[in-house]
């Protein structure tokens, strides 16, 4: 594998990799399914109806109590190892991409190697990212293939509607919950690009402190967002040459990705979202894109698709990722057997 040079444009970091390959994406989804019109214990209808219009979500999975982030997490990856027949032995590494690991300590990640019977030369850990963490993932997972890894898993989720307070009208009505995997592993392909940004100075716009429940100042998150993602989406489309197959957003909310779609200048038919079933799932929210709504009518041979994550932190990545057609998408339920 080689690693092309970065170089600092703008306020984005653009780097480069080469011969790797992902070769499926597995999302699971707790059993429970609420729709947003049914909380009107919580919520008057008209509020309800009036938050649904701007953020376009109707209904979320929520994971019950006892169900965590490594659970869902933990299902999707013995989904995916099943599907592509990997040998435990051929796994290197685990990753996991979350703002909701099961614990302080340890790793959420070294919980799952265990109980996905993997070797004990195992690479685990977590890194606690959330909006923009799959794109963040997957550049981080791809750098260690420079080293000799030859598999890994990628994954990446989060249960928010855990620590949100179900009172507050500006998430509990938003954030859904979902564990994903993503099988990575060396191989032939054209280099993949990415744009990583960080704006520590908006921390408090979107936090959990300690023991407390998710806070978000709408207005300025947008605000931020609409600063960074097109300037963002415009320098990845040079990069390229403008020529992506599909962009893949976080899910954030209806209203702000349809903005932004609009504003980039991206037709409707190459941009799916999914918001309305399943809400803001953060971490999980573009890998579960890609297992709910990519089809071949989107990954023609040797497709390429940008994958675009911002928000908490305040942290903003895209990745031009070279997709191949025989990629696995799947999406699955906790309580689906393998």
Known sequence: MTIASSSHINSSLHLCLNDLRLAGVVACLPDHQVQNIQLTDQFSIDDIRQISRSTGVESRYLADKPVTTGDLCLQAAKKLLHYLEWPLESVDGVILMTQTPNQLLPATACRIQHQLGLTKATFAFDVNLGCSAYPYGLWLAGSLFSSGVKRLLLLAGDTISHIVDPTDRATALLFGDAGTATALEKGESDTWHFLLGTDGSGADCLQAPNG???????????????????????????????????YLFHQANRFMIEHLRRKCSIPPEIFPINISKYGNTSSASIPLLMASNLSNSYLKPSARVALVGYGVGLSWAAASVAFESDIAFQTMHFSDLI
């Open 212 to 246: 407390g429940h998710l806070s978000m100042q709408g207005p300025s998150v947008f605000e931020f967002t609409l600063r960074e993602v097109p300037p963002l989406i415009e320098r990845l489309n040079s990069i390229l040459g403008n020529q992506h197959d599909c």
